[in-house]
């Protein structure tokens, strides 16, 4: 008996998600996810109601240089760890197709490379969205983006904490000018006030906007290029601040986002990422349909170790 269209798509996808795994080719159009994959920033984890993720937020405030040998501690219970608690956010990407098109695709061949096509487009579309939602101004059906983790008044309430009144969550965050006279030195700032101190393990690696900005920065860096040959290569492969790896996303724009993977992620759940569904028969209509679905939220555990510059 041929094989259906639907019985491929059940047999097919396996292949092609993996196919869609290899690091060259997952996020091909996608250069901020495919980097924070590529950094160990998207992690798979078991939900529960929420997400938690614990903090050891401040030192021991008992702590304290002794005046005498028999100066007493003091005996109040330490109180050092809290929790950043975050919704979980879901995507889902419906697959639909009719009977006619299996009518129209007789040879197995063709059935093929219709399913492969309907796959890759879902799971490309399902990225798509991912890392759209991650540049948003604002969050995306309780999807959280860059700038809602790291505003532009270094405040906000993430996780369930107020950083305007727990200024220890407070993140980074200052303004360069239109012409970029100053965006090195500003970046400069806020790498170092996210850092807390030269060699930490703690520095941005990443840092990602939009294209302008990117090529902003770019072209205060021309006076400093050395050219090794006789060919001249205007403009660089690669743009590096630091240490950190700076790439640009055309879902971004004027903000300057500055990341590390211990601090920032996108968190995944275990049993559904990119989970395909049961095929179904549609009612009333001569097709089929079955969905991708993933439960995730992009979520920060030390806000403060994270910066965003942007334009005046």
Same mark, same amino acid.
Not at 189 to 212: C, H, M, Q
């Given at each position: 008996?041929?094989?259906?269209?639907?019985?491929?798509?059940?047999?097919?996808?396996?292949?092609?998600?993996?196919?869609?795994?290899?690091?060259?080719?997952?996020?091909?159009?996608?250069?901020?996810?495919?980097?924070?994959?590529?950094?160990?920033?998207?992690?798979?984890?078991?939900?529960?109601?929420? &997400?938690?993720?614990?903090?050891?937020?401040?030192?021991?405030?008992?702590?304290?240089?002794?005046?005498?040998?028999?100066?007493?501690?003091?005996?109040?219970?330490?109180?050092?760890?809290?929790?950043?608690?975050?919704?979980?956010?879901?995507?889902?990407?419906?697959?639909?197709?009719?009977?006619?098109?299996?009518?129209?695709?007789?040879?197995?061949?063709?059935?093929?490379?219709?399913?492969?096509?309907?796959?890759?487009?879902?799971?490309?579309?399902?990225?798509?969205?991912?890392?759209?939602?991650l540049l948003a101004a604002t969050?995306?059906?309780?999807?959280?983006?860059?700038?809602? &983790?790291?505003?532009?008044?270094?405040?906000?309430?993430?996780?369930?904490?107020?950083?305007?009144?727990?200024?220890?969550?407070?993140?980074?965050?200052?303004?360069?000018?239109?012409?970029?006279?100053?965006?090195?030195?500003?970046?400069?700032?806020?790498?170092?006030?996210?850092?807390?101190?030269?060699?930490?393990?703690?520095?941005?690696?990443?840092?990602?906007?939009?294209?302008?900005?990117?090529?902003?920065?770019?072209?205060?860096?021309?006076?400093?290029?050395?050219?090794?040959?006789?060919?001249?290569?205007?403009?660089?492969?690669? &743009?590096?601040?630091?240490?950190?790896?700076?790439?640009?996303?055309?879902?971004?724009?004027?903000?300057?986002f500055m990341v590390n993977p211990?601090?920032?992620?996108?968190?995944?759940?275990?049993?559904?990422?990119?989970?395909?569904?049961?095929?179904?028969?549609?009612?009333?209509?001569?097709?089929?349909?079955?969905?991708?679905?993933?439960?995730?939220?992009?979520?920060?555990?030390?806000?403060?170790? &994270?910066?965003?510059?942007?334009?005046?």
């Amino acid at each position: 008996m041929a094989l259906t269209i639907g019985q491929i798509a059940a047999v097919a996808y396996p292949a092609v998600l993996n196919e869609q795994r290899k690091p060259e080719d997952q996020f091909s159009e996608n250069a901020l996810l495919s980097e924070m994959q590529r950094q160990g920033m998207i992690k798979s984890r078991a939900f529960g109601e929420t &997400l938690q993720l614990t903090l050891d937020y401040r030192r021991n405030p008992g702590g304290k240089f002794l005046t005498t040998d028999v100066d007493e501690m003091s005996l109040a219970k330490t109180e050092v760890i809290t929790a950043a608690e975050y919704a979980i956010g879901e995507l889902g990407v419906p697959v639909m197709w009719t009977k006619k098109d299996e009518v129209q695709t007789p040879s197995e061949n063709q059935k093929v490379a219709f399913v492969d096509s309907l796959l890759t487009n879902a799971i490309s579309t399902h990225d798509d969205l991912i890392e759209e939602a991650l540049l948003a101004a604002t969050s995306t059906e309780g999807v959280h983006s860059a700038l809602v &983790l790291i505003p532009e008044n270094g405040a906000g309430t993430v996780g369930g904490i107020d950083a305007s009144t727990e200024t220890w969550w407070a993140n980074a965050a200052d303004t360069y000018l239109a012409d970029g006279s100053d965006i090195e030195a500003v970046l400069t700032e806020v790498w170092n006030t996210a850092s807390k101190g030269s060699g930490s393990k703690l520095s941005p690696t990443l840092l990602f906007s939009g294209s302008d900005a990117h090529a902003l920065f770019e072209s205060t860096q021309v006076p400093y290029m050395r050219y090794d040959s006789q060919d001249i290569k205007a403009g660089a492969k690669s &743009l590096m601040f630091k240490t950190a790896k700076y790439i640009f996303s055309h879902f971004g724009d004027d903000h300057v986002f500055m990341v590390n993977p211990k601090t920032f992620s996108l968190y995944a759940s275990k049993q559904y990422f990119r989970d395909k569904g049961e095929q179904r028969e549609m009612e009333k209509i001569n097709g089929f349909s079955f969905k991708l679905y993933s439960a995730l939220q992009l979520a920060t555990s030390n806000k403060s170790r &994270l910066a965003v510059a942007y334009e005046a």
